[in-house]
């Protein structure tokens, strides 16, 4: 039976750091296992069902990042993954979220920072989906199956990454603002000021590269929203009209 805070997994090699965070997280009520590297690792998370997953990047044998990829797209774990690393420029981080996880922390880190952030993590793993499929366009989300879907491609997205979109689809047409993502999905403890961004970047790269239309778009100084305006392109590049434009907002990139 597990603890009630959660079985979390500890992933680092260097065991006196290993030890104390095991120990801190034990004595608030967490059950914890540890691997050494990064093989070790994608073995127990095979075997094992965790709440969350503390994952050092720089491992012996199959790296963190690597361990983050196959336990996405091998073993299909949604489990939340916060990755500890030195390294704190902001492509470090974008690699980070790339390779599927959620959460990202620096060394060296307060312990009850590390602490807060797998509470968050674990509270939004918890959290049931509820509701029905979602679609927009030929975007399908699923909460139950927990599977993304655009033109009968299956995408691989981060928990938080599938939170994210659902929040957008579940609301779509409607402009979302930072504030209210960042209150559904961190209850408003606000994350680093690069995490939502970051998190968009994956989502965009998943969702819209692969395909002609793009559907997800930052609206300036609104939000975001996911929607398809090719028919509304297609009407703002038509020959000129002597009625005002239905859509006004201005679509800009994401960085």
Not at 11 to 21: C, K, N, S, Y
Not at 127 to 153: C, F, H, I, N, W
Not at 202 to 226: C, I, S, W
């Amino acid at each position: 039976m597990k603890a009630a805070g959660g079985l979390i997994l500890i992933v680092e090699d260097h065991m006196a750091i290993a030890e104390m965070v095991g120990e801190f997280l034990e004595a608030r009520g967490y059950e914890v296992d540890f691997a050494r590297d990064g093989a070790d690792a994608l073995r127990l998370t095979a075997e094992n069902t965790y709440d969350a997953i503390i994952l050092d990047r720089t491992l012996p044998r199959v790296d963190g990042l690597d361990v983050c990829r196959r336990i996405r797209a091998e073993q299909r774990r949604s489990t939340p993954v916060l990755m500890l690393t030195a390294r704190d420029t902001l492509d470090d981080k974008l690699t980070g979220l790339e390779a599927g996880a959620d959460d990202y922390l620096t060394k060296p880190f307060a312990i009850q920072e590390l602490e807060a952030r797998i509470a968050v993590l674990i509270r939004r793993g918890r959290k049931s989906m509820g509701g029905g499929v979602l679609r927009v366009a030929d975007l399908v989300l699923d909460p139950e199956a927990m599977t993304v879907q655009r033109d009968g491609m299956e995408l691989h997205l981060s928990p938080t990454g599938f939170q994210l979109l659902s929040i957008l689809m579940r609301e779509s047409p409607r402009v979302v603002s930072r504030q209210e993502i960042e209150r559904e999905i961190w209850k408003g403890e606000s994350p680093d000021s690069d995490t939502l961004r970051s998190h968009l970047y994956n989502l965009r790269k998943a969702m819209d590269r692969p395909f002609e239309n793009p559907l997800l778009h930052t609206m300036q100084t609104a939000g975001y929203k996911v929607a398809d305006l090719s028919g509304v392109q297609a009407r703002e590049s038509a020959p000129a009209m002597t009625a005002t434009p239905r859509y006004s907002e201005t679509v800009v990139s994401a960085h």
